[in-house]
């Protein structure tokens, strides 16, 4: 199985400041023949069930606000939130649907400082 | 507009089944992945099954392979999960949940959950 591994556990970031979360696989999730990275990302609040924020480790989901951004290859991710703010208060999870089972990450819970 | 409704959660006798049920509407079911995830109250995810557009492929998760067997029904845009010889550690949150594509695409919408509870 693909092992994923998000850091940090948690954060607090001031309103208006830079958060970056990371996440590793255990495998490279880079498909050569296509060469995407099959890798999303999604927020969690309380009550809520999960919600795709980025997939193809890069490709913003229509709706998404801009300052989200997911960035890496092979095996290192980052998403980043450029400018922290009160709404996004949540857990993040990244998942690779590289290869059944299709395993999540344990989360980054995102608050304001 | 997307919607997911499950159904068939509650209490689960140990050993015993349980059956749930996912409505899907706004989309053309046929044409995209399903899958069913679980979340334990507090924890992370889990994904537990996927199946394919046509249902010609399922996958399982090894901790409920050979006791949870997923399938669809097209004509009346159901998804379900049939639980059996379930355990305590399948006490959860189960979310349906679409793909945005064939089985290798991330899920793009999802339910609000419903409830399993397996205890005597």
């Known amino acids: 199985d693909i092992v994923m591994t998000q850091s940090p556990d948690s954060l607090a970031m001031s309103l208006g400041e830079r958060a970056t979360i990371n996440c590793k696989s255990s495998?490279?999730?880079?498909?050569?023949?296509?060469?995407?990275?099959?890798l999303a990302w999604y927020q969690q609040k309380p009550g809520q069930p999960p919600k795709l924020l980025i997939y193809w480790a890069s490709t913003r989901e229509s709706g998404v606000p801009d300052r989200f951004s997911g960035s890496g290859s092979g095996t290192d991710f980052t998403l980043t939130i450029s400018s922290l703010q009160a709404e996004d208060v949540a857990v993040y999870y990244c998942q690779q649907y590289y290869r059944t089972p299709f395993t999540f990450g344990p989360g980054t819970k995102v608050d304001i400082k | 507009e997307v919607q997911l409704l499950e159904s068939g959660g509650g209490l689960a006798q140990p050993g015993g089944p349980l059956r749930l049920s996912c409505a899907a509407s706004g989309f053309t079911f046929s044409s995209y992945a399903m899958s069913w995830v679980r979340q334990t109250p507090g924890k992370g995810l889990e994904w537990v099954s996927l199946?394919?557009?046509?249902?010609?492929?399922?996958y399982y998760a090894d901790s409920v392979k050979g006791r949870f067997t997923i399938s669809r029904d097209s004509s009346r845009d159901t998804l379900y999960l049939q639980m059996n010889s379930l355990r305590a550690e399948d006490t959860a949150i189960y979310y349906c949940?679409?793909?945005?594509?064939?089985?290798?695409?991330?899920?793009?919408?999802w339910g609000q959950g419903t409830l399993v509870t397996v205890s005597s």
């Open positions: 949940a679409k793909a945005n594509g064939g089985s290798n695409t991330p899920f793009d919408f």
């Open positions: 199946i394919s557009p046509s249902g010609g492929n399922t």
């Open positions: 495998q490279s999730v880079l498909h050569s023949s296509n060469n995407k990275n099959y």
